[in-house]
Antibody, heavy 119, light 111 residues
Framework: EVQLVESGGGLVQPGGSLRLSCAASGFTFSSYEMNWVRQAPGKGLEWVSYISSSGSTIYYADSVKGRFTISRDNAKNSLYLQMNSLRAEDTAVYYC????????????WGQGTLVTVSS | NFMLTQPHSVSESPGKTVTISCTRSSGSIASNYVQWYQQRPGSAPTTVIYEDNQRPSGVPDRFSGSIDSSSNSASLTISGLKTEDEADYYCQSYDSSNHWVFGGGTKLTVL
């Protein structure tokens, strides 16, 4: 069974940093492209970042570029999101999502981890 | 980049058919596949339609997707509505500048 479990969320002050993790199991993690998608409280979905299966190709939404860094450790079956210079508008539930390239959609999602940026 | 615009909410009675639209602001809707996700309260999204009109295994054939180049929009149609279909629905497509774009979401109420 495919499982994606996010962790690392919490309360952080504006300007602070946080590192999210996503532990994957039930599939060959190193074969899949991965993404982070976030959802502000009561709002819609917003794509945040993409990383290829090898980690060699990375993309970011304009809203986080220069502040967030996506990475992965295929030996540990883990995906990461380093978030720096956090702003109030980064407050959201952050989901890791597996991308099924052959079908072009996010086919599995974790349950999310809440990041709250507030003083 | 383009935007995908959805109605904020729709409602319909059980057993009826409802259609949710998703209009692309610039560029052709046919340029990149459209996906649809269902999100029930407190849960992560799940795919109900991918590549414009394909259903993942396990999604009932009451769900169908289409695109209309004349209106530059995609549509999700749910027939034989059930109360369990009540959820938020998001369309999503890919921008050639290597970004993934979501619509703002539509709250479906089955009353």
């Amino acid at each position: 069974e495919v499982q994606l479990v996010e962790s690392g969320g919490g309360l952080v002050q504006p300007g602070g940093s946080l590192r999210l993790s996503c532990a994957a199991s039930g599939f060959t993690f190193s074969s899949y492209e991965m993404n982070w998608v976030r959802q502000a409280p009561g709002k819609g979905l917003e794509w945040v970042s993409y990383i290829s299966s090898s980690g060699s190709t990375i993309y970011y939404a304009d809203s986080v570029k220069g502040r967030f860094t996506i990475s992965r450790d295929n030996a540990k079956n883990s995906l990461y999101l380093q978030m720096n210079s956090l702003r109030a508008e980064d407050t959201a539930v952050y989901y890791c999502a597996r991308f099924l390239a052959v079908a072009g959609h996010f086919d599995y999602w974790g349950q999310g981890t809440l990041v709250t940026v507030s003083s | 980049n383009f935007m995908l615009t959805q109605p904020h909410s729709v409602s319909e009675s059980p057993g009826k058919t409802v259609t949710i639209s998703c209009t692309r602001s610039s560029g052709s809707i046919a340029s990149n596949y459209v996906q649809w996700y269902q999100q029930r309260p407190g849960s992560a999204p799940t795919t109900v339609i991918y590549e414009d009109n394909q259903r993942p295994s396990g999604v009932p054939d009451r769900f169908s997707g289409s695109i209309d180049s004349s209106s530059n929009s995609a549509s999700l149609t749910i027939s034989g509505l059930k109360t369990e279909d009540e959820a938020d629905y998001y369309c999503q497509s890919y921008d050639s500048s290597n970004h993934w774009v979501f619509g703002g979401g539509t709250k479906l109420t089955v009353l």
